[in-house]
C-alpha cells in the first residue's frame, strides 16, 4: 500500500482521530502553518555585513534594498528610498538563504533509537496530511530557505511544492526529484522493505523503460527538478543489485535532451564511476566503498582512494559531489575513537576533489538516521569546516554553489535582481561557522518568515 494511500485511508482513521480530538478542520488549518502574505513596497535592511556575489564577498556597513520581494541594491553608500520599511542589525551578517541540497521531506524525523511504534502513527499521518509544518517551520528558523527533496511520493510532493508556490503554506522552496530510479534488488527494496510498487519508487528494467520512466517525470507543467538514481552494488555479504550501464546511459541521455540533471546515490567507487562515465551531474554520498568487504567492515573499507582519473573527469563535466557527512560520520563533535581513521579518510578524499576543482554542494538527508530538517544542514555545513573546507567554501556549497546545481539563477547569491530569500546571522560566518547557529531573521521573497528585527 503505497503513503498516499495509507494517508487518505489509515491517515483519516489514524491521523484522522487526532485531529477530531484537537477540534478536527478547526484543528487543521490552525496547525498547518500556512503563508503570509507578499511582500509589497520598498525594505532596507541598513548597518550590517552583506555576503554578496557568489564568492559571499563581504560588504562592511551595508544597505540592502529590497522591493516586492527582490534584492534591488546592496552597498555601503545606498539612498534609502522615502517610505522604504527598515531592519537595523548592527554588527550582524546578511548572506543568502541556505540550500539543503538532499532532504526526503516525505520522511518526517523518527527517533533511530526508538523507531516508530504503532502508538506514533497517528501522529506521523496528521504531520503527512497537513504537508510537515514542523519540518517547514524548523527549516526556516536555521535559514533554510531552498530544499531539494530527494525520494518521495510524485502526488505529495507535488502538492507541497504547488501550495507552497502559491501561499497556501508557508516553507523553503521546493526542489524534487519524486521517485527514485532503482531495481527490484536495490536500494530501498532490498535495504527497508519498501514495496516496488510504491509511488517513490521506479524500475527502469531496460533502456526503453528508462526513456519512459524519465518522459513520465521530466514532461508537462510541473515536473520534477531532477533525477535521482541508486546505483548502489552488493558488498560481501549484502545483496544489492545496480542498474546496467546502458540503462545509465539512457537515463543520462533522456534526462538531458529535456533539460533535466541526474544525480546517483552511490556506494562503491565501482559505483560511481559508472555514473560519472554514463554522464551524470551529481553525485549523492562520500562512501567509496569495497565491493569485495563485508557491510560489517565497513569502517576499514569506506572512503578508499578515488579512480584514477575520476577527480578530473567530475571537474571538467562539472559533477557535484554532496558528501552528506553527517550520514557518512556523524557529527565531528562527536566522534568516536573507533571512527578516527574512517573520519581522516572521508576528510582527505573530500580534500581531494575540492582541490581538483569539484563542486562541493551541501545536504543533510534529513530526516534520515533522525537528522533534523534546518539543523542537520547547519551541522553538515560546519562538518565540511571540519573537514578542512575554508568558511567560504563551506557556505557556498549550501548558497551559490548550491543553487548552480539546481541550475537556478533565482536564489543562492546575494545581488540584485534576485529573489530576497535572505537570512540575517548576529555573528561573522566567514569567520566563524558557529555564527549559523545565531539566525536573527529569515526572509522568503522579502517577507519575514522566521525571528524578528525591530524596525527604525
Not at 507552497?164 to 527494496?189: C, K, M
Not at 518522459?215 to 515536473?223: P, T, Y
Not at 539543523?375 to 578542512?388: F, T
Amino acid at each position: 500500500m503505497t503513503r498516499r494511500r495509507l494517508l487518505w485511508a489509515g491517515g483519516i482513521l489514524a491521523g484522522g482521530a487526532v485531529a477530531v480530538a484537537a477540534g478536527g478542520a478547526t484543528a487543521y488549518n490552525l496547525t498547518r502553518f500556512p503563508g503570509g502574505e507578499a511582500h509589497s513596497g520598498w525594505l532596507a535592511l541598513r548597518g550590517l555585513t552583506a555576503l554578496t556575489g557568489p564568492d559571499l564577498e563581504p560588504v562592511a556597513d551595508a544597505i540592502v534594498l529590497v522591493r516586492d520581494g527582490r534584492i534591488v541594491d546592496a552597498g555601503s553608500r545606498l539612498e534609502i528610498p522615502d517610505g522604504a520599511a527598515i531592519l537595523d542589525a548592527p554588527g550582524a551578517t546578511v548572506l543568502p538563504g541556505l540550500i539543503d541540497m538532499h532532504t526526503h521531506l516525505g520522511f518526517p524525523p523518527i527517533d533511530p533509537d526508538g523507531g516508530l511504534g504503532l502508538s506514533d502513527l497517528p501522529g506521523y499521518y496528521w504531520d503527512m496530511a497537513r504537508y510537515l509544518p514542523g519540518g517547514r517551520r524548523d527549516l526556516l528558523a536555521h535559514g533554510v530557505t531552498a530544499v531539494r527533496s530527494l525520494g518521495d511520493e510524485l502526488t505529495w510532493v507535488h502538492e507541497l511544492r504547488q501550495q507552497v508556490e502559491n501561499g497556501t503554506l508557508e516553507g523553503p522552496r521546493v526542489f524534487f526529484a519524486g521517485p527514485t530510479l532503482t531495481t527490484p534488488g536495490g536500494h530501498p527494496i532490498s535495504t527497508f522493505d519498501v514495496p516496488a510498487d510504491s509511488e517513490g519508487i521506479r524500475l527502469p528494467g531496460n533502456p526503453a523503460q528508462a526513456q519512459a520512466i524519465v518522459a513520465e517525470l521530466c514532461e508537462g507543467d510541473d515536473r520534477v527538478d531532477v533525477i535521482k538514481v541508486i546505483q548502489e552494488s552488493r558488498t560481501a555479504d549484502r545483496p544489492l543489485t545496480p542498474h546496467e550501464p546502458e540503462v545509465l546511459a539512457a537515463i543520462a541521455a533522456a534526462a538531458h535532451d529535456l533539460g533535466v540533471p541526474v544525480t546517483a546515490h552511490c556506494g562503491t567507487v565501482t559505483d560511481l564511476a559508472q555514473a560519472v562515465g554514463a554522464g551524470f551531474d551529481g553525485i549523492e554520498h562520500l562512501s567509496l566503498r569495497d565491493p569485495t568487504a563485508p557491510w560489517d567492515e565497513v569502517l576499514r573499507t569506506a572512503a578508499m582512494g578515488w579512480p584514477e582519473g575520476l577527480l578530473d573527469q567530475m571537474a571538467a563535466g562539472g559533477v557535484a559531489l554532496d558528501p552528506t557527512l553527517l550520514v557518512e560520520l556523524g557529527d565531528p563533535a562527536d566522534q568516536p575513537p573507533e571512527r578516527a581513521h574512517l573520519a581522516e579518510r572521508v576528510y582527505s578524499r573530500l580534500l581531494e576533489a575540492h582541490r581538483a576543482g569539484v563542486a562541493i554542494i551541501a545536504g543533510s538527508d534529513a530526516a534520515v538516521n533522525g537528522i533534523g530538517f534546518g539543523s542537520g544542514l547547519v551541522r553538515e555545513v560546519r562538518a565540511l569546516g571540519a573537514a578542512g573546507l575554508d568558511n567560504r567554501a563551506a557556505l557556498r556549497a549550501a548558497t551559490s554553489r548550491a543553487a548552480a546545481a539546481l541550475r537556478s539563477d533565482q536564489i543562492g547569491v546575494l545581488e540584485p535582481g534576485r529573489v530576497a530569500d535572505l537570512v540575517v546571522l548576529d555573528g561573522d560566518p566567514l569567520a566563524d561557522l558557529g555564527a549559523l547557529q545565531h539566525v536573527m531573521v529569515v526572509l522568503r521573497e522579502g517577507r519575514v518568515v522566521s525571528g524578528e528585527i525591530a524596525a527604525a
